[in-house]
């Protein structure tokens, strides 16, 4: 390994953000650091910058999510946001949402080694997973996709009245903007920007926050989830 990916030391602030899991957040850091370079997760170059770029960016994320509630994250990949998340609340319900099998495969490594007990690792793309898994209060993303189609992935997701919450970066309002009318029709009622981490991140971190109505999708998949219910019910039954 190259003196450009080692490791630097944990910043303190990660001791007050992680408190009692810090340890635990250290150990995710070494293993994004090792195996996550290894198997191609993350690039190497982001190695010195994973605790400011990546894990404190992604557990601040956890002052804009409900006490209690059940997460979908979208598109996991190595664990971003939904592993901070998972570390620095409990009282949340995770399930890791990712299609490629390396990524589920580590995903499930670190969610056993680090005793985490209310994550679930799920292999499957998003926009199949309709039906096959229970709606969720949160759906979160990093790093997938344009929000118009990370939308469409992850808004279906939702029980009614659930939210989205996308970590983005400056181009957030733009982006917002741009995806309003597929927005709209995916059912959102109402569209926010939040910045969180103060005193954790500097810059702070994006979240564009997408609050559903009744109707999670809106028109376009109100038939598909109508079905999928009728195919749970026909499974419970047998």
Not at 71 to 94: Q, T
Not at 101 to 124: A, Q, S, Y
Not at 224 to 229: E, I, P, T
Request: aromatic letters at 4%; a neutral charge; glycine letters at 8%.
């Amino acid at each position: 390994m190259t003196e450009a990916a080692e490791l630097p030391p944990a910043p303190e602030e990660a001791r007050a953000v992680f408190g009692d899991r810090f340890d635990d957040a250290v150990r995710y850091a070494e293993l994004l650091a090792e195996a996550g370079v290894q198997r191609g997760l993350i690039g190497p170059r982001e190695v010195p910058r994973l605790w400011e770029r990546h894990l404190l960016n992604c557990a601040v994320l956890s002052e804009a999510v409900p006490e209690g509630v059940t997460v979908c994250d979208v598109g996991s990949g190595a664990g971003l946001p939904g592993i901070p998340l998972a570390l620095v609340r409990d009282d949340l319900n995770i399930t890791l949402l990712e299609p490629l099998l390396r990524r589920t495969t580590f995903l499930t490594e670190v969610v056993e080694l680090l005793g985490l007990d209310h994550v679930t690792v799920v292999r499957g793309r998003a926009e199949e997973m309709l039906g096959k898994v229970p709606p969720v209060h949160v759906v979160t993303a990093r790093a997938v996709a344009p929000l118009d189609r990370l939308a469409t992935w992850g808004i279906p997701l939702l029980r009614p009245y659930g939210e989205m919450l996308a970590l983005k970066g400056d181009t957030a309002e733009e982006e917002l903007k741009a995806a309003s009318t597929a927005l709209s029709k995916l059912g959102a009622v109402s569209t926010s920007v939040l910045q969180v981490g103060e005193g954790v991140v500097d810059p702070l971190s994006t979240v564009v926050r997408v609050e559903v109505g009744e109707s999670p999708g809106g028109v376009r998949f109100a038939a598909k989830r109508a079905k999928a219910a009728r195919t749970s019910r026909t499974r419970r039954r047998r």
